[in-house]
């Protein structure tokens, strides 16, 4: 069914195709032979392949929307140049002949030809990419740039025609700046009572400005509404009074890194990475994407070396949990003796989660470690009735059993929790809670709790793990969360300012720290005092570079304070980061990035 899909598109395609350059080179004066007609044929064939293969193939083509999307600055930067090039050619020319040759030998023979090309070719085939949700985004695009070109096209002819009406025209159009010159040849046209003229410039102006956003809007639209299908919530709060409140893309990122590379299973996978990476069995690109440093990319074998570093040294901390799991089955150990040993457990995994993350999996790496947990959720369900079972065979319920089952059940609603399952994650905690009183366990149900909107059962199962751990600075900075999305700000304010304070404690662990400044930083924009706010967001960008979202947020809070400036250089740097707000913003403001 996929391949009659895909040969149907690639039809549907062609057509227009063949059409719209037959047409093209009619206007641009390619001769009409049989040669050049199966050229034409045979490249329309390979364009329509291609859209029909994107169109089709959904990943792919989110994949290339966002490549387009990244590359946008650069194009228009580009065409921007061309233009600006082309422009003041022209502009000596029209000085040095007159405007009738610039008519003759650019504008005609490269310009007015380009537009009828684009218009029967180019703005048909963007339109049908809109079609298809998977070329939506290539549609938006194409059509936006094509604005580059038609407003320097408009230009142009304003140009021609302003000389037409006397070089001071032009002097006074280039001297308001160069778009100035469109103006001025509206106001010539309305002087010489060429009312037909006039309309016809300011047409083009509302037309163009449509096309520009209505491309863009297009886009946007689309890329925001994929992120939401694959669970990266997008704020659509508005950039005039509100900011990002929750940094859910960035942080969801490293709290799936966290519940993946916590689990046992996900190690023994990375360990078998490693030894399929020695052996030559697999290469570098399939376990991760290039890392650059400051000369450059890394060379292939340092790449490798790098990777089977940190995999040594997890295998090194994993071979330590292994002995402490295997001590704490014990039944003589004594309450302290255990929460020291679970202790030292947790520190482990948190260094081998560090170690994880500095690998850096790419992204099919991370949905296989998903998959993988997906299967584990199932292997780990433990009936109700094997408990009975065992205590009717055994005659006994013993501490080792019970243990298994809470790591069973606490493992299990971890793994439901990071593929969405937020309630049956609840469900398994609440029978961990049963088995075994723990922090851990309270704080992950507080944050299944947040996920389902229940703010206030979030924060008395964060209440109930800061009773039992009072330094569990994570419980903190998450009960924060809750306050601040509750509206209680001054209290959210409080609980951040106690996460950071206990996080300096543990210079190792950074990622909190970061995500506390930035809600801090948040709230106080909420409450007004922007100036706090920003320092705020300088201390997270300052531990992460690259955090998107800080940046945005920081050029909000500038924004507030009148520093232009600082904002739109901090909504240019998020934007070349991927945030789609910052994005949108600039491009209705035309500025590019």
Known sequence: MKYIKFLLVAILFWFPIVFGMGWSANILGIPDTETWLWILRLFAAVISIC??????????????????????????????????????????????KDYKWVYEH???????????????TVVPLSLLLMVFRSTRVLGGIILYLLSFFFIFSLWFYSLIYAASSGIGWVIGGLLLSGIGVILTAIIAAAVWGQ??????????????????????????????TEEEQEGAPISSLSREDEVEIAPESERDKR????????????????LNIGDKLLTGEIRNQNVVDYIED????????????????????????????TGLRDELKSNTLRSEQRELLNAELEKNTKYIVTLCRKIRFNKKQIHRFISRMRDYAKEVEIPENVIAQYEEETGLTTTQKIEEDYEAHLEKGIACYKIGQYQNAIEDFNKA?????????????????????????????????????????WAYGSRGIA????????????????????EHLYIEIEYPMVND?????????????????IADYNEAIRLEPDFAVAYNNRGLAYGKLGHKDEAINDYKTAAQLGNLNSQKYLMSKGISW
Not at 106 to 120: E, R
Not at 255 to 270: H, K, Q, Y
Not at 517 to 533: E, I, P
Request: proline share 1%; aromatic share 12%; hydrophobic share 50%.
């Open 51 to 96: 859209i029909a293969w994107i169109a089709i193939g959904a990943t792919h083509a989110k994949s290339i929307a966002e490549s387009a999307m990244a590359m946008i600055s650069i194009i228009s930067n580009l065409l921007l140049t061309v233009c600006i090039i082309f422009g003041i050619v022209a502009v000596v020319m029209i000085f040095v």
């Open 106 to 120: 650019f504008y005609y023979p490269f310009i007015a030809k380009s537009i009828g090309v684009c218009l029967i």
């Open 195 to 224: 009312w037909t003229v006039a309309g016809e410039i300011i047409l083009s102006v509302v037309l163009i400005l449509v096309t520009r956003m209505f491309g863009m809007a297009i886009a946007a639209k689309q890329l925001a």
């Open 255 to 270: 709290a799936l890194e966290t519940a993946i590379f916590s689990l046992p299973v996900s190690i023994n996978e990375v």
């Open 294 to 321: 400051e000369q450059g990319l890394i060379e292939e074998d340092e790449h490798k070396e790098r990777i089977l570093k940190l995999i040594a040294r997890i295998k090194l901390y994993n071979d330590r949990n």
């Open 433 to 473: 809670i049963v088995l075994k009183t723990d922090y851990g366990v309270y704080f992950n149900r507080g944050i299944a709790y947040n996920k389902l909107g229940q703010y206030q059962l979030a924060i008395e199962n964060y209440d109930e793990a800061i009773r039992l751990e009072p330094d569990f600075a």
């Open 483 to 502: 306050y601040a999305n509750l509206g209680q700000h001054q209290r959210a304010i409080e609980d951040y300012n106690e996460a950071i304070r206990l």
């Open 517 to 533: 400044y930035y809600n801090r930083g948040c709230t106080y924009y909420a409450l007004g005092q922007y100036q706090r706010a």
